[in-house]
């Protein structure tokens, strides 16, 4: 059986991505907004933060929780994110032979808002914002994009000139996609995603003090209930059920890279109880914080960065 356009396009993007990691974890390029992520074996469950962006696998499997929503994509699938979520992710298909190969695109809400009021660009029906993530099936056009901007790793003087030019056309390939209403809301001047960012914004920031959800409300111009809704249905979990994967997630970093005790660690994320907060990690992270720790160092060492980072 003749071999597809599509899988050699993707066979040359695993391989170009193989050759550009050494070991797992997140490896940047020199392509502003581009890095791989590598994994040679599937992974336990962790939790990290993705942030608005395209995951193309180019080889691979992995799965995602949001909330209680279970994502799954690979080497046929692409992941879109149009806001900052904290998720429980983890490598399901990888091997030393043919590992977790993956490439990831930030987004850029500028060129976003460029294509959006462009005169050429299709005028799309309104539609409400949806959830912040989601997974689509992986087009000949858009991998084409992709491939043809990885490409130019190999090409740096090329870089400067064509590589906005390939990343303007991915972006309205997503626009125009199957995605392109949830991209849109990344851009969209007073929609609901950008209200939503706003009191993630406020959460990244003060997300060790207490939580007041009318005081948040009035700080992204909303009422408590309409805050509340969009929140979730954007999000799929509510504003204090955020702040609490914040929390923990901090809290995780401090006890692995600072070495402070556990009530420390508590206090520092905005925790009054610590008994409160190894509940509750251990609920999150399936252990105890000092066996967690532990864990962590006897499997990935004394840094967390690699396993931690999305892709």
């Known amino acids: 059986m003749p071999v597809s356009r599509m899988e050699c396009d993707r066979a040359e993007l695993a391989a170009i991505i193989d050759r550009s990691t050494v070991g797992n974890g997140v490896h940047a390029t020199a392509l502003p907004g581009l890095s791989f992520f590598r994994a040679e074996v599937p992974g336990a ?17 992995k799965q995602l929780l949001l909330g209680e929503e279970v994502l799954h994509y690979d080497q046929a699938n692409y992941l879109v994110t149009s806001i900052d979520l904290p998720v429980v992710s983890q490598v399901i298909r990888a091997s030393a032979q043919e590992p977790y190969l993956c490439a990831m695109l930030r987004f850029d809400a500028r060129i976003i808002g460029e294509l959006l009021t462009s005169a050429a660009m299709p005028r799309p029906a309104a539609t409400a914002a949806g959830r912040g993530m989601a997974v689509s099936p992986l087009t000949p056009e858009l991998l084409d994009s992709v491939l043809r901007l990885v490409r130019l790793l190999d090409a740096p003087r090329d870089i400067p000139v064509l590589a906005p030019l390939i990343e303007r056309e991915l972006l309205y390939r997503l626009l125009t ?4 209403a ?4 990344v851009a969209m001047s007073g929609s609901q995603s950008q209200q939503i960012a706003k009191a993630i914004d406020w959460l990244k920031g003060h997300y060790d003090q207490p939580l007041r959800i009318d005081e948040l409300a009035v700080t992204v111009n909303m009422s408590a209930s309409s805050l509340h809704h969009h929140f979730r249905a954007i999000t799929a979990m509510s504003p204090l059920q955020y702040q609490k994967q914040l929390r923990l997630q901090e809290a995780r970093r401090v006890l692995l890279t600072e070495r402070c005790d556990v009530a420390t660690a508590a206090h520092r994320v905005g925790y009054e109880s610590p008994s409160q907060f190894s509940r509750e990690y251990s609920r999150q992270f399936g252990a105890p914080p000092l066996r967690d720790v532990e864990q962590w160092r006897r499997t990935v060492g004394e840094s967390p960065n690699a396993s931690l980072a999305a892709g």
């Not at 469950?45 to 499997?61: N, S």
């Not at 996609?177 to 392109?180: A, H, L, P, T, V």
């Not at 949830?182 to 809301?185: A, D, E, K, P, Q």
């Open 45 to 61: 469950q962790v939790c990290t933060m993705y942030e608005p962006g395209l995951a193309l696998v180019a080889q691979g499997a």
């Open 177 to 180: 996609g199957e995605q392109g």
């Open 182 to 185: 949830r991209l849109r809301h």
